[in-house]
Nanobody, 128 residues
């Protein structure tokens, strides 16, 4: 079965850095677009960054210039490098996968509805 396992969350002070990783198994990884989403209690899960099967990326406006998403199709991993973290970046971060072998899904990378598989999440807490 498909498994997405996140790691790398933690607590940092504002201005700090964290690197999240997601290990994928049970799927033909190179045929999937991948995304990072975050959620805080009482709010909807929101798209943070995404990358198509072909490597095209998209970012939420509030994280542009601070976060970088990358994937390794040989290791079946997805990373999110986060720098200059802000308290509003606090939340549970989820890795997600959407079948998109053609890589045409760039415009929908930050939309929850296109993603079928989800990880269990990893907590990121940024203190001021």
């Amino acid at each position: 079965q498909v498994q997405l396992v996140e790691s790398g969350g933690g607590s940092v002070q504002a201005g700090g850095t964290l690197r999240l990783s997601c290990a994928a198994s049970g799927l033909t990884y190179r045929s999937y677009s991948m995304g990072w989403f975050r959620q805080v209690p009482g709010k909807e899960r929101e798209g943070v960054a995404g990358i198509t099967s072909g490597g095209r990326t998209a970012y939420r406006d509030s994280v542009k210039g601070r976060f970088t998403i990358s994937r390794d199709n040989t290791e079946n991993t997805l990373d999110l490098q986060m720098s200059n973290l802000k308290p509003e970046d606090t939340g549970a971060y989820y890795c997600a996968a959407a079948f998109d072998p053609s890589g045409d899904g760039w415009s929908r990378l930050l939309e929850r509805y296109v993603y079928y598989y989800w990880g269990q999440g990893t907590q990121v807490t940024v203190s001021s």
